[in-house]
């Protein structure tokens, strides 16, 4: 039982929920953002969740789905995304049968609220976890191992985040603050805290320690505990999804959307949720270890490779360049050279943060066309 904060609270809360039987587990995948970072690869209308940076064959999102595969079955995995990317998903996901298309982007609570108010209304008992579109996970045995427990921990009505346990003092990433240990789980903690991305020496603190792994953005519940939840916290946000949801699967449902999305209060599920239920005790952390990275700039994909038209000489880094250009570096270190049909960019790998500095100049000058 988890004991930090309103400890007593949360108790009391779990006391007043009927626990019952899960009648099944749905995977909710957003998939929104338009991956500054790695410009001029990911643009506007083709974020990295779309594009193949490991050179496997399968893009960010493909191999998502394939990781959700032994967890669910299909017509329970829902992926939420912008309109503008809704013909890409689909030509990708020919499996796919739950695309939820959102109007405008309003962070990921919006998101992950209505397909879980949609889910909900179909089947109250279900477990619901939402999985970023855009990650890179290695050791997909190992994820789904942590996820099946996260998804017992949640049966018992905790809200449940997988942490991936640190293995550099990361300052690019947030952080967990773990408590004790939950009676009757594998290896599920108590949540203390979420914690911003730190400064270099508060990373090294939280490496030497066993207390602190990096916030994947990973969330396991029932849905109807993460929506009631969510009430608490955000109200007038969950009356809305749910009104949004009451009309899912009827000629309502456009004209509903379309209506109550741009009121929605924009917000992350982390700070809508995740860090008010720790406070009163009411969340739960998988530790958790299978290689784990979302790939947010260009110093994370160089282990990935260069393409296969690179000639270094004298000098080292990543390159990415078009089918059938030779790339040719010379003299340069921790560098990354990045060619496209229309845009060539060169940084230096510690700068990879500033890529999206690159992207506010081009917005600046106008050169939408680049975006």
């Known amino acids: 039982m988890a004991v930090n904060g309103d400890g007593d609270r949360f108790r009391r809360l779990r006391r007043t929920t009927t626990v019952t039987a899960v009648s099944s587990f749905h995977v909710i995948i957003p998939a929104g953002g338009a991956g500054t970072r790695l410009w001029p690869l990911s643009r506007r209308a083709r974020p990295k969740f779309l594009l ?93 191992e942590a996820v099946r427990e996260a998804i017992v921990v949640a049966e018992d009505g905790y809200i449940v985040t997988i942490g991936i346990e640190p293995t550099e003092p990361s300052t690019a990433f947030g952080y967990i603050a773990s408590g004790a240990p939950l009676d009757g789980f594998a290896s599920a903690r108590a949540v203390r805290s979420f914690v911003e991305k730190p400064d270099a020496d508060t990373a090294r603190g939280y490496l030497a320690s066993d207390d602190h792994v990096w916030n994947a953005g990973m969330f396991v519940a029932r849905a109807s505990v993460l929506l009631d939840s969510l009430a608490r916290f955000q109200p007038e946000l969950a009356a809305g999804l749910r009104e949004i949801a009451a009309t899912w699967g009827t000629p309502a449902f456009v004209a509903e959307l379309g209506r109550t999305w741009p009121t929605l209060t924009k917000i992350a599920i982390d700070h809508a949720v995740a860090e008010p239920v720790a406070a009163e005790g009411g969340m739960a952390v998988v530790p958790a270890t299978f290689g784990w990275d979302d790939l947010g700039d260009f110093a994370s994909i160089a282990p990935l490779g260069s393409s296969p038209d690179v000639l270094w000489v004298d000098a080292d880094g990543v390159a990415r360049g078009g089918e059938g250009v030779q790339v040719a570096v010379l003299g340069l270190r921790n560098v990354a050279v990045v060619q496209t049909d229309d845009a060539i960019l060169v940084l230096d790998l510690a700068q990879s943060q500033r890529v999206k500095d690159v992207v506010a100049r081009l917005k600046d000058a106008g050169r939408d066309d680049l975006l």
């Open 52 to 144: 193949d940076l490991e050179g496997t064959g399968r893009t960010l999102i493909q191999q998502t789905w394939d990781r959700m595969l032994p967890l669910t079955g299909a017509e329970r995995i829902h992926v939420v995304s912008g309109a503008a990317h809704g013909s890409a998903i689909a030509e990708q996901l020919p499996e796919l049968v739950n695309l939820l298309l959102e109007p405008s982007p309003r962070d990921s609570m919006p998101a992950i609220g209505l397909a879980a108010a949609i889910i909900e209304r179909s089947d109250p008992d279900a477990v619901v976890g939402s999985f970023a579109a855009d990650h890179r996970i290695p050791d997909p045995e190992r994820f789904v």
